[in-house]
């Protein structure tokens, strides 16, 4: 989490803005008016930034002290993973 928010505390208020707003533009009418997500994760159009906050957030979680071994190689694994592999764990694809 608080890497999370330290990613998001380095975007500049138009940034963030651009984000909400094209995760807005993908989200059907009838889940926004039930309050549900945007859409299944095999349809969403991503920006190609999500990688590099992926990696960096793996990256800081291996960096913690006190994680299983197993742990921190997995972590290390999917920060060094390459864009087309990350591409289709994020849309589910097998």
Same mark, same amino acid.
């Given at each position: 989490?608080?890497?999370?928010?330290? @990613?998001?505390?380095?975007?500049? #208020?138009?940034? $963030? *803005? =651009?984000?909400?707003?094209?995760?807005?533009?993908?989200?059907?009418?009838? =889940?926004?008016?039930?309050?549900? #997500?945007?859409? #299944? %994760?095999?349809? @969403?159009?991503?920006?190609?930034?999500?990688? &590099?906050? /992926? $990696?960096?957030?793996?990256?800081?979680? =291996? &960096? *913690?002290?006190?994680? #299983? /071994? *197993?742990?921190?190689? *997995?972590?290390? $694994? !999917? %920060? =060094? %993973?390459?864009?087309?592999? @990350?591409? %289709?764990?994020?849309?589910? !694809? /097998?």
């Amino acid at each position: 989490a608080d890497a999370q928010q330290a @990613l998001l505390d380095e975007l500049t #208020p138009q940034q $963030r *803005e =651009a984000l909400q707003s094209q995760a807005r533009a993908q989200q059907s009418s009838a =889940a926004a008016g039930a309050g549900m #997500p945007l859409r #299944p %994760a095999n349809t @969403l159009q991503l920006d190609g930034c999500w990688r &590099d906050w /992926l $990696r960096m957030l793996c990256q800081h979680c =291996a &960096d *913690e002290t006190g994680l #299983p /071994l *197993e742990t921190r190689q *997995e972590l290390q $694994r !999917v %920060a =060094a %993973a390459d864009d087309a592999w @990350l591409d %289709a764990q994020a849309h589910a !694809v /097998l």
